[in-house]
């Protein structure tokens, strides 16, 4: 729309893409039987880096913090993805072989604080893991 040329961090892909890229996360650089990334380039990436912050190199984490439920009340402490501005997130869980797409446009037609307030993407996290926990009973 802005002829190639835009001022923000904006990643464009469809549900499906977003999938294939967890995917290739889950399987520390590979996907399709190609490898595409050395396992110990994802897993600098997507390991905590810092004894001040939960963040890793290229992704957010759990938050150790129990007060936070960050990204999810019932995450755990393999959790890694990223929460965009407008309200989309992807967050890979290895311990369950979980990928958890959430796309959304908070920002349409004007920016809404709905999804923070309601608390719309942990609450689904929190429902998958119900479910993924009961399955386990």
Same mark, same amino acid.
């Given at each position: 729309?802005? !002829?190639?040329?835009?001022?923000?961090?904006?990643?464009?892909?469809?549900?499906?893409?977003?999938?294939?890229?967890?995917?290739?996360?889950?399987?520390? !650089?590979?996907?399709?039987?190609?490898?595409?990334?050395?396992?110990?380039?994802?897993?600098?990436?997507?390991?905590?880096?810092?004894?001040?912050?939960? %963040?890793?190199?290229?992704?957010?984490?759990?938050?150790?913090?129990?007060?936070?439920?960050?990204?999810?009340?019932?995450?755990?402490?393999?959790?890694? !993805?990223?929460? !965009?501005?407008?309200?989309?997130?992807?967050?890979?869980?290895? +311990?369950?072989?979980?990928?958890?797409?959430?796309?959304?446009?908070?920002?349409?037609? +004007?920016?809404?604080?709905?999804?923070?307030?309601?608390?719309? %993407?942990?609450?689904?996290?929190?429902?998958?893991?119900?479910?993924?926990?009961?399955?386990?009973?």
């Amino acid at each position: 729309m802005a !002829g190639g040329i835009a001022g923000h961090a904006g990643l464009f892909a469809t549900a499906n893409d977003l999938a294939i890229y967890g995917q290739l996360l889950l399987n520390r !650089g590979e996907y399709g039987g190609e490898r595409y990334f050395k396992t110990e380039t994802i897993d600098l990436f997507t390991s905590k880096q810092s004894a001040t912050s939960r %963040r890793g190199l290229g992704f957010d984490r759990w938050d150790p913090n129990p007060k936070n439920e960050y990204p999810s009340k019932l995450a755990n402490s393999t959790v890694f !993805g990223h929460t !965009g501005y407008t309200g989309t997130c992807i967050w890979v869980d290895p +311990q369950n072989q979980l990928i958890y797409i959430f796309l959304s446009n908070r920002v349409h037609p +004007q920016v809404s604080t709905k999804l923070l307030d309601l608390n719309i %993407r942990s609450r689904i996290q929190d429902a998958i893991y119900e479910t993924i926990n009961e399955a386990k009973k």
